[in-house]
């Protein structure tokens, strides 16, 4: 039985209560081959020979990391559905854990670059809440997300076309204090993930949140993720605590689906919630 492609939120009960989109489910009998064939990557991060004869329409150079949200923009261009999140209510509680792990303060009036951005909803998530950045920056490859970001990007914000696996160097000129990863990272083998947050880390004065699929979910019943993966949270915590001592853990949103963490630069300035009490 051919089942549906679980990207940037996997499981359809993930979050109780939570419907999933019908252009979501609509797209899924046409996808489902590709993305799994496209996303066969091995444990060091090698990508697959190209299936060239099932990727119709998609670029061969594409890295497999983007192509199911190529197939998923080849079908419904830049609307939500093509982010492969699986409810709007999710996205928008992974949001919330985020920025409330690295404090709003950290936003309000600060340079906020989101990575992967879709179609742009951290940016009208943190408008929504009042939060007005200093500049904001939304980068994703894809062009048909990328196009709506733009359109509907708040005050203060703009959107930049680029593969920031790929190029992470560029970061560093959008000069950010702050980057933020939501779903991006689910296609990528751990390794890479952990080398592409690293580089992302080097660029940010202040600090960098992100989430991703936890392997400490306690959960019995099977589960088909592809193309998405499930990170060891063990090192990922490892990972983030080799980089600052300034780390933040959570996981006790989604019923233990995934995890956040929030690294901040040893040197970054405290923020006012969490100055060190008088002794």
């Known amino acids: 039985r051919t089942r549906a492609p679980r990207t940037r939120e996997a499981a359809a009960g993930a979050v109780p209560g939570a419907a999933s ?31 060239d ?18 197939a998923a923009a ?115 083998p751990e390794r890479q993930a952990r080398r592409t947050l690293a580089a992302i880390f080097e660029q940010v004065a202040v600090g960098v949140c992100f989430n991703f699929l936890s392997d400490r979910h306690h959960r019995t019943a099977p589960e088909d993720l592809a193309p998405a993966r499930r990170f060891s949270t063990l090192a990922m915590i490892r990972f983030a605590t080799g980089l600052t001592p300034r780390v933040a853990f959570r996981q006790d949103h989604l019923d233990g689906h995934d995890a956040a963490i929030w690294m901040e630069r040893a040197e970054a300035p405290r923020a006012a919630s969490d100055a060190a009490p008088r002794s």
């Open 21 to 51: 989109t019908s252009r979501f489910a609509a797209a899924v009998g046409v996808h489902t081959a590709i993305l799994r064939s496209a996303v066969a990557v091995d444990g060091a991060g090698a990508e697959p020979q190209d299936p």
């Open 53 to 70: 004869a099932t990727l119709v329409g998609m670029s061969r150079s594409s890295p497999a990391y983007l192509r199911p949200y190529l």
């Open 74 to 188: 080849s079908e419904h261009g830049g609307a939500f559905e093509a982010q492969l999140w699986r409810s709007r209510e999710a996205q928008r509680r992974r949001f919330e854990v985020l920025v409330e792990m690295a404090g709003a303060a950290r936003f309000d009036g600060g340079r906020v670059v989101d990575l992967g951005c879709g179609t742009g909803g951290f940016a009208t998530f943190l408008e929504a809440r009042g939060l007005s950045v200093a500049a904001g920056f939304g980068v994703e490859a894809v062009p048909e997300l990328a196009a709506t970001a733009r359109r509907d990007a708040p005050p203060n914000w703009a959107v930049e076309t680029f593969d920031f696996v790929a190029d992470p160097a560029r970061v560093a000129e959008l000069r950010p204090d702050v980057a933020v990863l939501s779903g991006s990272l689910n296609t990528l």
